[in-house]
């Protein structure tokens, strides 16, 4: 069964400081991955996708199959990045085709 | 831009009642799903419809059934709420499966609707 952790709860950092939110995963293939991120008050809305290979609002994040990891990163935190954040693993095969798996949510606070 | 709306933010309910939530997206999605979100659980998938009077069971489908009767519209039925069915409900959707990865594997949320059962 595939399977989406996220260890740390709660994450607190400063203004300007780097920030790392871990997400680990396990999957039978070739895993296509998401972050998703819920402003306080907004839905919940992608953040970024492995296969873009993009950067969004400072945001990015590379697979790694070595270590099942798909960690997002800001080299420069922003107040404006407190959130909730969710990792998410798409079934891509058989009858769950589509179904996200979902970690259980990382809080990412950034103090001034 | 996708729209999925929920109709209701938020909802009171008493125990033993039997409780509708409605979601009512307009891009002609086939897929839609229902989630719950708990702190501490992340989402948690309950049901989800690949197309018109489809339905297939999430993670935690019990005490919980749905219908969609029409492509736009999914609705998550309680059939006798709960307090343990307190939680925050997503409803999100998805275009149509398609081969191997790309833009169709993302989903689109609403605004969620917050249940409370007393």
């Known amino acids: 069964a595939q399977r989406v952790t996220q260890p740390e709860k709660l994450l607190s950092v400063f203004k300007g400081a780097p920030v790392e939110l871990k997400c680990n995963y396990s999957y039978s293939g070739s895993p296509e991955l998401f972050w998703y991120v819920q402003y306080s008050r907004q839905r919940l809305q992608l953040l970024l996708r492995h296969i873009s290979r993009e950067s969004i609002k400072g945001f990015t994040a590379d697979l790694n199959k070595g270590e099942t990891s798909f960690h997002l990163k800001k080299p420069f935190a922003q107040e404006e990045d407190s959130a909730m954040y969710y990792c998410a693993l798409p079934s891509l095969q058989g009858t769950s085709y589509g179904k996200l798996t979902f970690g259980q949510g990382t809080i990412l606070t950034v103090h001034p | 831009d996708v729209k999925v709306t929920q109709s209701s933010r938020y909802l009171v309910k008493r125990t033993g009642e039997k409780v509708f939530l409605e979601c009512v997206q307009d891009?002609?999605?086939?897929?839609m799903f229902w989630y719950r979100q708990d702190p501490g659980l992340g989402l948690r998938l309950i049901y989800f419809?690949?197309?018109?009077?489809?339905?297939e069971k999430g993670d935690i489908p019990e005490g919980y059934s749905v219908s969609r009767e029409k492509k736009e519209r999914f609705s998550l039925i309680l059939e006798s709420a709960s307090t343990n069915q307190t939680s925050m409900y997503l409803c999100?959707?998805?275009?149509?499966?398609?081969?191997?990865?790309?833009?169709?594997?993302?989903?689109?949320f609403g605004a969620g609707t917050r249940l409370s059962v007393l």
């Open positions: 891009m002609d999605h086939e897929n």
């Open positions: 419809s690949y197309d018109v009077k489809m339905k």
């Open positions: 999100a959707t998805r275009d149509s499966p398609g081969g191997g990865y790309g833009a169709k594997n993302i989903q689109y």
